[in-house]
């Protein structure tokens, strides 16, 4: 019984989504940039993730997902690494201006390892606020 008391209040369930095909859709989606390497959220991106918190707190329908992205050129673990990282700090961001943590859900998002090494446009994170499901 005792145990019960200490173990304190239950965390929340995450809601059940997928962030399957998001980045296929192209409303209700705002990019947060990243300098080269970097897993520290800029001034530059601020407005996207105020602009995307504000959209999803007029309907807590909707559910976000935080698409991580990095370019190749560090190499296939510490690009995941850097793109789920940056996601966390993107999701964390949008928790802070109050959207419930349930309704986020980050990923790291890092493409095939062949040919180009260097990809400007992948230095950043995607946040996609998915749309209401009947």
Do not use: K, W
Not at 21 to 30: C, H, I, K, S, Y
Not at 49 to 78: F, K, P
Not at 87 to 104: F, H, Y
């Amino acid at each position: 019984m005792l145990l019960l008391l200490l173990a304190g209040p239950a965390a929340a369930q995450p809601r059940s989504f997928s962030c399957v095909g998001a980045e296929a859709l192209e409303d209700d989606v705002f990019a947060v940039p990243f300098t080269r390497g970097s897993t520290t959220l800029r001034d530059a991106g601020r407005s996207a993730i105020a602009a995307a918190a504000q959209l999803a707190e007029g309907d807590r329908d909707r559910n976000i997902c935080v698409l991580g992205h990095a370019d190749r050129s560090a190499g296939a673990g510490t690009s995941t690494q850097i793109a789920a990282q940056r996601a966390r700090a993107v999701a964390q961001a949008l928790s802070q201006q109050g959207i419930e943590r349930d309704r986020i859900r980050a990923e790291a998002r890092v493409g095939a390892f062949s040919g180009r090494q260097s990809e400007p446009e992948a230095r950043a994170v995607t946040i996609v606020v998915l749309p209401n499901l009947p």
